[in-house]
């Protein structure tokens, strides 16, 4: 079946985001005596804020009552908006917009696959709205990556089947989220590889249409 429809993940695809999610957490083990050194960035990458918190907590043996962690959840959050609170344009990647406005172009459909509940706040500083017919974040779904959630209604709400999508990806749980769903994956990742991904690039920086050719 043909491509129709492109869905992107937001933080660490799009945008220069995934950085901020990761010192956020830092500060929230420092504050427990523990410093997150960046092999702890990829575990947490990706999930959801309250899945995030119990691998951090099983990773580095820190313990928390279940009042402890809504507050832990709460304070990461506030940090996180800190760090982003100046976000604009600047923050999205090199060849993103030329990308976007190609595939515009083209006639591929386009939506946001983020289980993020600040994707729109996001896009909205970055200027990125407007290149999106659909934007599926933490408010729209109830299960957060691996499920296949996300990205199903992101199908759904574009009006394709799932096979006719491509999907974004920089983390692994993403990357199995889009392949349960039964999409292709493009994997975003600086260092060139990431793990189940179809195809996977370093930067949108002078790609066009055939990276879309399966
Ligand atoms: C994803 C990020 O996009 O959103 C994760 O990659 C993050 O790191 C998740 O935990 C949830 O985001 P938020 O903004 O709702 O805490
Ligand atoms: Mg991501």
Known sequence: MSVKGLIFDLDGVLVDT??????????LAKEHGVDLNDGYAEPLKGI???????ILLDLTG????????LRALDKKN?????YIMDIDESAVFEGVLEF????????????????????SLILECTGLTRFFDVIIDGYKVTKPKPDPEVYLVGAKELQLDPSECVVFEDAVAGV??????RMK???????GSLEGADKVITTFSGLDEKILDF
């Not at 959801?48 to 119990?54: F, I, P, T, V």
């Not at 506030?78 to 800190?82: F, P, T």
């Not at 199995?176 to 769903?181: E, G, L, R």
Request: glycine share 6%; hydrophobic share 35%; no cysteine.
């Open 62 to 69: 820190i313990s928390m009552s279940g009042v402890e962690k």
């Open 18 to 27: 995934a950085k901020y999610h990761f010192m956020a957490w830092k500060r």
């Open 48 to 54: 959801s804020r309250k899945d995030a918190l119990e």
């Open 100 to 119: 976007l406005d190609l595939v515009k172009s083209l006639g591929y459909k386009t939506a946001i696959g983020s289980t993020s509940d600040n994707s």
């Open 185 to 191: 994956v493009i994997g975003v990742s600086r260092t």
């Open 176 to 181: 199995n989220s889009a392949k349960t769903a």
């Open 78 to 82: 506030s940090w996180y908006l800190e």
